[in-house]
């Protein structure tokens, strides 16, 4: 009796419950869409943070440079073989290459060891960040009231320098540090058997740039290294050129127990803040970046995109949501005005308020149902509509903020390009911020789905409750006395 | 089976109160026939509804077979109606999207009776009441004379005890009224019911036993015709 009751009021006022239906769909449709476009770029937003990241590595740990450590700076030739005091004759040649930490301050070693022994850290890997500067020519003819050893500081076009950028890995941190977020597109990665040897991983543009190939050799400060692996990395982030293990670029440099950047990985999402906050306790002078706070430095259409989603999509969702409910609830509850007598002649046949409030709500919580589907597929065209029309989303991280980010371009004011000029030391990085373009895709997750379903079901349960109170407060007398 | 005892009913009406009862005395025996007439909005359909259980007076007691319904909880005062009170009404209150067969199984719904039973026992019903063939018309599909033979066919199914009829024939043209009033007759008699029938109509309150008048919320017994 309860399904043919209800079968035949859903039919009998077909039209209104199709335009209930309609409004709960369009509500539930736009909370999917705008869902699915915030999922959208959250995944968006976690590219471009892997890309600058690393994946599994959630937060990193650095440390300022010291004072003026980013001065003018230069090389000086040692003087004559014999050290009789002269400086080389001019027009001798020479070639030299050394590893330089100037973008970051260090850490000791044990800092690793201590990071990862806190609560909810779930791995953590030591890198160097290093530039090897290479200089070779011819030395020029003595400049006028020079003494000593032979600066550059206005060297002549016949000196050459150049420079890449090194990554010390450290190789037994797994997914945590900045190979991490890389895939391997030729040769290997690095195994633990290679903690002591002369082999490199490079990035692949700049093996491409230099036409180098598994199996090449490079020049790290001076050594030669074998080529084993080539790495690709996400589009925006600022790779190192070359990837060495982590105890030879500390021998190289001359940093021995020395580490310029720590990537941590939290045992889960909700820790990480945690985590933060007892590595700032742990370790107070270091700068502690995590993901969150690398996020809020994107700009960008991705940024703007992330805003639009978060307010004005989900204040319209929430209004929509909030009308559709209101004209569910208000139009139930006409209905059951409509349907007094028949509810109180229900009274006198002696069926209980609650199985008259069971009918009506039944009836809401079937539109309601029947939006909900209509709203997901709705919310399925809205989300494909997103994904089809949506333009691409540049995303760009700021830079010289102060704070050092692994990977990231950042300039650092202080410091001299060699030849010792005045000006910013600038970490070699192809371009001063990072711009990443992103496609919007809004994916329909099965959360959001059974979101959509509760929202429907809640939707027909609020107007079915307004009907259904409606129905019970009435006196079957009063009821029965109602003129239709 | 029914004994009323000083019962009165007010309403409020703006500032003031109406006595819709005002100290009713009334005892009814099973199986008995009793007609109320009088002038309209002088009680008789409150007397009606408080004797269902639809209303609750505002004093005195409605002893229903020995429970004084006045003072029964509402769940207890549903399962009276449900098992032992049938009403009938002037404008039939049928459901409009039940067909006549289940507007009949409808008053077996609250008995827990079976679907099996309840399809079998509304269909007996509505043969009683020379319907068998319409029912799977929708009342709209129904002439009015139809419409109130599925009504009493509902009121009979469950079997009360008593059957209250509030103008039941008001709705009719004369030859249906006399159908109607005929059949009403039977079934009383072949049932052995309890009658109580409110009507303007005095050639239909002239078939009951017992007359009553209702004027400004009392009842006066009228006229006693018990056959």
């Given at each position: 009796?309860?399904f043919?009751y209800?079968?035949?009021e859903l039919r009998?006022?077909m039209?209104?419950?199709?335009f209930?239906?309609?409004g709960?769909a369009v509500?539930?449709?736009?909370?999917?869409?705008?869902?699915a476009a915030?999922?959208?770029?959250a995944?968006?937003?976690?590219?471009?943070?892997h890309a600058l990241?690393?994946?599994?590595?959630d937060?990193t740990?650095t440390?300022?440079?010291?004072a003026?450590?980013?001065?003018?700076?230069?090389?000086?030739?040692r003087?004559?073989p014999?050290g009789?005091?002269q400086r080389?004759?001019a027009g001798?040649?020479f070639?030299?290459?050394?590893?330089?930490?100037?973008?970051?301050?260090t850490?000791?070693?044990?800092s690793?060891t201590t990071i990862?022994?806190?609560h909810?850290?779930a791995?953590?890997?030591?890198?160097?960040?290093l530039?090897d500067?290479?200089?070779?020519?011819?030395?020029?003819s003595a400049?006028?009231g020079?003494?000593g050893?032979?600066?550059f500081?206005?060297g002549?076009?016949?000196i050459?320098?150049?420079t890449?950028?090194?990554?010390?890995t450290?190789l037994?941190?797994?997914?945590?540090g900045p190979l991490g977020?890389?895939k391997?597109t030729?040769g290997?990665?690095?195994?633990s058997?290679?903690?002591?040897?002369?082999v490199a991983v490079?990035?692949?543009?700049?093996?491409?740039?230099h036409?180098?190939?598994?199996?090449?050799k490079?020049d790290?400060?001076?050594?030669g290294?074998?080529?084993?692996?080539?790495?690709?990395?996400?589009?925006?982030?600022?790779p190192?050129?070359v990837?060495?293990?982590?105890?030879?670029?500390q021998?190289?440099?001359g940093?021995?127990?020395?580490?310029?950047?720590?990537?941590?990985?939290a045992s889960s999402?909700?820790?990480?803040?945690?985590?933060?906050?007892?590595?700032?306790?742990?370790?107070?002078?270091?700068?502690v970046?995590?993901?969150?706070d690398l996020a809020?430095?994107?700009?960008?259409?991705?940024?703007?995109a992330?805003?639009?989603a978060?307010?004005?999509g989900k204040?319209?969702a929430?209004?929509v949501?909030?009308?559709a409910?209101?004209l569910?609830?208000?139009?139930?509850?006409s209905?059951?005005?409509r349907?007094v007598?028949e509810?109180?002649t229900?009274?006198a046949?002696g069926w209980?308020?609650?199985r008259?409030i069971g009918?009506?709500?039944?009836?809401?919580?079937?539109?309601?149902?029947?939006?909900?589907l209509?709203?997901i597929?709705?919310?399925?065209g809205?989300?494909?509509l997103?994904?089809?029309?949506?333009?691409a989303?540049?995303a760009s991280?700021?830079?010289?903020?102060?704070?050092?980010?692994p990977?990231?371009?950042?300039a650092?004011?202080?410091?001299g390009?060699p030849?010792g000029?005045p000006?910013?030391f600038r970490?070699?990085?192809?371009?001063?911020?990072?711009?990443?373009?992103?496609?919007l895709?809004a994916?329909?997750?099965a959360g959001v789905?059974?979101?959509?379903?509760?929202?429907?079901?809640?939707?027909?349960l609020l107007?079915?409750?307004f009907?259904?109170?409606?129905?019970?407060?009435?006196?079957?007398?009063?009821?029965?006395?109602r003129?239709? | 089976?029914?004994?009323?005892?000083g019962?009165?009913?007010n309403?409020r009406k703006g500032?003031?109160?109406?006595a819709?009862?005002?100290g009713?005395?009334?005892?009814?025996?099973?199986?008995e026939?009793?007609?109320?007439?009088?002038?309209?909005?002088?009680?008789?359909?409150?007397l009606?509804?408080v004797?269902?259980?639809?209303?609750?007076?505002?004093?005195?007691?409605?002893?229903f077979?020995?429970?004084?319904?006045?003072?029964?909880?509402?769940n207890?005062v549903n399962r009276?109606r449900?098992?032992?009170?049938?009403?009938?009404f002037?404008?039939?209150?049928?459901i409009?999207?039940?067909t006549?067969?289940?507007?009949?199984?409808?008053?077996l719904?609250p008995l827990?009776?079976?679907?099996s039973?309840?399809?079998a026992?509304?269909?007996?019903?509505?043969a009683d009441?020379g319907?068998?063939?319409r029912a799977?018309?929708?009342p709209?599909?129904?002439?009015?004379g139809?419409?109130?033979?599925v009504?009493i066919a509902?009121?009979?199914v469950?079997e009360?005890?008593?059957?209250?009829?509030?103008?039941?024939?008001?709705?009719?043209?004369?030859?249906t009224?006399d159908e109607?009033?005929g059949?009403?007759?039977?079934?009383w008699r072949?049932?052995?019911?309890?009658?109580?029938?409110?009507t303007?109509?005095?050639?239909?309150?002239?078939?009951?036993q017992?007359?009553?008048?209702?004027?400004?919320?009392?009842l006066?017994?009228?006229?006693?015709?018990r056959?």
């Amino acid at each position: 009796m309860f399904f043919t009751y209800l079968r035949r009021e859903l039919r009998r006022r077909m039209r209104q419950a199709v335009f209930i239906a309609l409004g709960l769909a369009v509500g539930i449709g736009l909370v999917i869409t705008v869902t699915a476009a915030s999922a959208g770029v959250a995944q968006a937003q976690g590219t471009v943070l892997h890309a600058l990241y690393g994946v599994g590595t959630d937060i990193t740990v650095t440390k300022a440079p010291a004072a003026n450590s980013g001065g003018p700076f230069g090389f000086r030739i040692r003087r004559g073989p014999s050290g009789s005091g002269q400086r080389p004759k001019a027009g001798t040649t020479f070639s030299r290459s050394t590893l330089l930490n100037r973008a970051l301050g260090t850490l000791s070693s044990s800092s690793v060891t201590t990071i990862s022994g806190l609560h909810g850290v779930a791995a953590a890997a030591g890198a160097l960040s290093l530039t090897d500067l290479a200089i070779s020519g011819t030395i020029p003819s003595a400049p006028t009231g020079g003494s000593g050893g032979a600066g550059f500081g206005s060297g002549p076009s016949s000196i050459k320098t150049s420079t890449f950028t090194v990554n010390g890995t450290q190789l037994s941190a797994g997914e945590v540090g900045p190979l991490g977020s890389g895939k391997i597109t030729s040769g290997r990665t690095f195994t633990s058997s290679d903690a002591a040897a002369d082999v490199a991983v490079l990035d692949s543009g700049y093996a491409t740039q230099h036409k180098l190939t598994t199996g090449s050799k490079i020049d790290v400060a001076g050594t030669g290294f074998t080529v084993i692996g080539i790495v690709s990395q996400p589009q925006g982030g600022s790779p190192a050129d070359v990837y060495i293990p982590l105890g030879r670029a500390q021998v190289l440099a001359g940093m021995k127990n020395q580490v310029n950047t720590v990537y941590v990985a939290a045992s889960s999402a909700a820790t990480i803040p945690a985590v933060s906050r007892e590595i700032s306790a742990a370790l107070p002078k270091s700068t502690v970046t995590t993901s969150a706070d690398l996020a809020s430095e994107v700009t960008g259409s991705l940024a703007s995109a992330a805003s639009l989603a978060r307010n004005l999509g989900k204040w319209l969702a929430v209004a929509v949501l909030a009308a559709a409910f209101l004209l569910a609830s208000l139009l139930s509850m006409s209905a059951v005005a409509r349907r007094v007598r028949e509810f109180g002649t229900l009274k006198a046949l002696g069926w209980r308020s609650r199985r008259i409030i069971g009918q009506v709500l039944g009836e809401s919580v079937v539109i309601g149902a029947v939006g909900g589907l209509a709203g997901i597929a709705l919310g399925f065209g809205g989300a494909a509509l997103v994904s089809r029309l949506a333009p691409a989303l540049t995303a760009s991280l700021g830079q010289a903020t102060g704070t050092a980010t692994p990977g990231g371009a950042r300039a650092f004011p202080g410091g001299g390009p060699p030849g010792g000029g005045p000006g910013g030391f600038r970490r070699l990085a192809p371009d001063a911020a990072s711009v990443i373009t992103v496609h919007l895709s809004a994916p329909v997750t099965a959360g959001v789905i059974v979101l959509a379903v509760v929202l429907a079901i809640a939707g027909g349960l609020l107007a079915g409750s307004f009907g259904g109170w409606r129905a019970a407060r009435l006196r079957p007398a009063e009821a029965l006395a109602r003129v239709e | 089976m029914y004994e009323l005892t000083g019962v009165t009913k007010n309403y409020r009406k703006g500032r003031g109160t109406v006595a819709a009862l005002a100290g009713v005395d009334l005892r009814i025996e099973d199986g008995e026939w009793l007609a109320i007439q009088g002038p309209t909005g002088h009680g008789k359909t409150t007397l009606l509804q408080v004797l269902g259980g639809l209303d609750r007076p505002s004093s005195g007691t409605v002893d229903f077979g020995g429970q004084n319904l006045a003072a029964l909880r509402e769940n207890q005062v549903n399962r009276v109606r449900a098992s032992s009170i049938g009403f009938i009404f002037q404008t039939f209150n049928l459901i409009p999207t039940l067909t006549a067969q289940e507007n009949v199984e409808a008053a077996l719904v609250p008995l827990g009776v079976s679907t099996s039973q309840r399809r079998a026992r509304a269909a007996r019903a509505l043969a009683d009441v020379g319907l068998a063939d319409r029912a799977r018309h929708l009342p709209s599909e129904l002439s009015g004379g139809q419409q109130q033979r599925v009504a009493i066919a509902r009121a009979l199914v469950k079997e009360p005890m008593v059957l209250l009829a509030d103008e039941p024939t008001g709705n009719l043209d004369e030859t249906t009224r006399d159908e109607i009033i005929g059949l009403l007759e039977k079934l009383w008699r072949e049932h052995g019911l309890t009658l109580i029938l409110v009507t303007h109509d005095s050639t239909v309150a002239g078939r009951a036993q017992r007359i009553g008048l209702m004027q400004h919320g009392k009842l006066s017994i009228r006229q006693d015709t018990r056959r």
